[in-house]
């Protein structure tokens, strides 16, 4: 259903509520009283519009009055409210026509068209309304051609003026359109400036970049080219000191034997010469060692705490059994050194005894001096063990550590004396080895003892 047919349902429905006067009204005052009307509708504020007109009021000029004259007409006719605001619209947009009416010179005003003084008449109120409409009559049946053609003037002129206002409303919307593409494209010169910017800063880090790793690239090149020059030396001169080294080692094994022998007859001498000295001075044995008088002063010291060095790599436990072959030879061993590498799992009092026990027979085969320092500067009270014949046992005093007792024990003996220390602890090897002791791995003992 369109738009016409609804208004003209409308128009319908009000057709027989019309009453006088409009029924009377020629058929082109009428239609020209429902232009007027209509023209006048659109230009009213809406709240000032009846409610029945609300919607004929948006349609175009040219359509109020074709398609709703009639219902125009019949709410012109019962609401005078309505009608008088008509008025007002038309005082305002044809003042001198109304001015003409309204001084009662319609009837000799020979300028404007009957027609239209009667509708004016009409929509006016004017009390010779039916005689202005019937003049016209009259008129349109003498000549109808002057009235169309104002009428088709006047027509002309509501078509102007509706183009004139679509083009005024196209011509705003153009404009602010034209104002959002202007703002559209300065955003889009702004991103395009910062875009740029972006482009030439990362560009310049890019170059730097480049000649950075180019630089670099150089750099590396220059120092491998070093390297390898500085490795083709190197074993440039390990192959000359293999060479000597071999060398060496074949006029060592040219003099060992000569060596040797001389040597040995120097120890035979040094041998006699000392059993003769002895009978002469007849010497007693002796009853005390050095290591008597260290633990002597030990044992008036207090406690102190463990090392907790690690072990080193365990060397042959032949090696300690030909060392301990040597006449007079002082055995010297970190007990717990020598437990915690062995017997990790026991706790310490079965370490100590386990380690003791397995000392009494090596120290009868062998008929060394054996002493074993454990670390107790812990402990206020030194523990009960359990020390087999030939054994003595050490503990550390308050403050002490057992490194430093076994340090004490080397460096009390005299130079010449073999002397043996079991530790695994590398600082204390050196130390030892520097006194002029031999060094010993813990596990060599372990294993030793095992053996046996």
């Not at 309204?102 to 005003?109: H, L, M, N, T, V």
């Not at 590498?341 to 009868?364: F, I, K, N, V, Y």
Request: charged share 30%; hydrophobic share 40%.
């Amino acid at each position: 259903m369109t738009a016409a047919d609804d208004v003209d349902s409308g128009v319908s429905d009000d057709a027989g509520a019309e009453v006088e006067p409009s029924t009377h009204l020629p058929d082109r005052v009428r239609s020209r009283v429902a232009d007027l009307a209509a023209d006048c509708l659109g230009r009213m504020p809406d709240e000032e519009i009846p409610p029945p007109l609300k919607r004929i009021a948006s349609f175009a000029p040219t359509r109020r009055g074709k398609l709703a004259g009639s219902q125009i007409l019949g709410v012109l006719s019962r609401d005078p409210v309505f009608r008088q605001r008509i008025a007002d619209e038309l005082r305002a947009r044809l003042p001198e026509l109304v001015t003409v009416i309204e001084d009662q010179s319609a009837a000799s005003d020979t300028n404007s068209d009957a027609v239209d003084r009667a509708a004016v008449a009409y929509l006016l109120g004017r009390p010779d309304w039916a005689s202005v409409a019937a003049s016209a009559a009259q008129a349109d049946t003498r000549d109808p051609r002057p009235l169309e053609a104002t009428r088709q003037v006047e027509r002309l002129q509501r078509q102007l003026d509706t183009v004139l206002e679509e083009a005024k409303a196209a011509r705003r919307r153009n404009r602010d359109q034209v104002t959002d593409l202007k703002r559209q494209n300065a955003e889009l010169r702004h991103k395009l400036g910062e875009t740029r910017a972006r482009v030439r800063v990362a560009e310049e880090s890019a170059t730097r970049a480049e000649t950075a790793v180019v630089e670099q690239t150089a750099a590396a090149g220059a120092a491998a080219s070093g390297h390898e020059a500085e490795l083709r030396r190197l074993r440039g001169r390990i192959e000359e000191l293999e060479s000597e080294l071999a060398t060496v080692r074949r006029a060592e094994r040219s003099e060992r034997g000569s060596e040797a022998l001389r040597a040995r007859l120097l120890l035979d001498t040094l041998l006699d010469t000392a059993q003769g000295l002895r009978r002469e001075l007849a010497l007693p044995a002796v009853s005390t060692t050095p290591a008597d008088e260290v633990e002597a002063h030990i044992a008036e010291e207090g406690s102190r705490t463990s090392s907790g060095h690690g072990s080193l790599t365990s060397d042959d436990p032949v090696l300690l059994d030909q060392l301990l072959t040597l006449p007079r030879a002082h055995l010297i061993i970190d007990g717990y050194n020598v437990t915690k590498s062995a017997w990790p799992d026991l706790s310490l009092e079965r370490q100590r005894d386990r380690l003791l026990a397995g000392l009494a027979p090596l120290t009868a085969r062998s008929g060394a001096e054996v002493t074993v320092v454990f670390d107790a500067s812990a402990m206020k009270n030194r523990p009960v063990v359990n020390r087999p014949r030939g054994v003595r046992v050490l503990y550390s005093p308050a403050g002490v550590i057992a490194d430093d007792v076994i340090r004490q024990l080397v460096a009390a003996e005299p130079q010449g004396r073999p002397v043996v220390v079991v530790s695994s602890d590398q600082e204390v090897a050196r130390d030892v080895v520097r006194a002029g002791a031999r060094a010993v791995a813990a596990m060599a003992l372990a294993r030793l003892l095992t053996r046996s």
